[in-house]
């Protein structure tokens, strides 16, 4: 198996804005340090408007380049903001690209799964989960997107709820962005009660995910319980889960990518902290 190729580019982190944009210079430089194993980084090319309008309206896609950006949580719209979605995005398709070459990737991409059809919402204004979809749909049969970001990933649903080679599988620690399955045999939708039961409904969700044949995990670490997510659920908790992930995708043999997706200060956490966190994913896939 070749070196773990993960998708980043300078572009994508901008400077005195919110975790969403920031995180990822950290762990890229985490990664370059060798902290993760033998991971190549590589820049992505920056996602197209014409490719924007397969998941979005063609009025969301327009304003957002005409200054006009709803990401306003994270700061002041600004050219380096667009350009970091831009490549955040553009990384998503590229890592299903790689995934379907070698059997893996990734990008160290955030702010992707509560962007709905015809706008942005929380920290999201483009959802790169719903664009990688479509493009692994171009050589695979079915997809699954495994959202284990404390959020619900209600962008997502939004886009492809109805697409019917696709399989959604959420389990969340809070009920921002909350949706309802239509669809019992493609819809996984969990809301934890009790950390004990947390790595039981992961496992539960990637069951409901096994007739895919790619998988895209948003993996959030903002469901540690110092960084944003649920008390009791531990930095042990969270490397299980992380290779439980991988550990499934790699015994059905199906090609599989990671977006870093929510990960906060809010516990009073550093940044570099949040960082950390997130190189448990880029080591379990490179392992």
Not at 34 to 44: D, F, H, K, N, T
Not at 45 to 59: D, G, N, S
Not at 110 to 117: E, I, K, N, Q, V
Request: charged content about 25%; some cysteine.
């Amino acid at each position: 198996m070749p070196p773990l190729t993960v998708y980043y580019s300078p572009a994508y982190a901008v400077e005195g804005s919110a975790e969403t944009v920031t995180k990822s210079k950290l762990v890229a430089e985490m990664i370059e340090a060798g902290r993760a194993g033998e991971v190549w980084l590589e820049a992505p090319k920056l996602a197209t408007r014409k490719e924007l309008e397969l998941i979005h309206t063609p009025e969301h896609v327009r304003s957002t380049f005409e200054d006009k950006g709803s990401f306003l949580e994270v700061g002041a719209w600004s050219q380096p903001l667009l350009e970091s979605i831009l490549a955040s995005t553009g990384g998503m398709r590229d890592a299903v690209k790689e995934a379907l070459r070698n059997g893996r990737s990734g990008s160290l991409s955030s702010g992707l799964h509560h962007a709905r059809r015809n706008a942005g919402n929380g920290f999201c204004q483009f959802n790169g989960l719903a664009l990688a979809a479509l493009e692994a749909l171009k050589k695979v049969r079915t997809v699954g997107i495994l959202d284990l970001d404390a959020h619900a990933g209600g962008g997502t649903f939004d886009i492809l709820g109805d697409h019917q080679q696709v399989y959604l599988a959420d389990v969340t620690v809070n009920s921002f962005d909350s949706w309802e399955p239509t669809d019992a045999g493609r819809h996984f939708y969990v809301e934890v009660d009790d950390p004990r039961g947390y790595l039981g409904h992961v496992e539960d969700a990637l069951h409901s995910l096994e007739r895919v044949d790619f998988l895209i995990y948003n993996a959030g670490m903002d469901t540690y319980e110092k960084a944003g997510g649920m008390k009791g659920i531990t930095k042990d908790m969270i490397r299980k889960r992380e290779k439980l992930v991988v550990h499934w995708a790699k015994a059905r043999k199906i090609p599989h990518i990671f977006a870093l997706a929510g990960g906060y200060k809010w516990g009073g956490l550093t940044l570099a902290q949040v960082a950390e966190l997130h190189l448990e994913t880029v080591k379990a896939f490179a392992a």
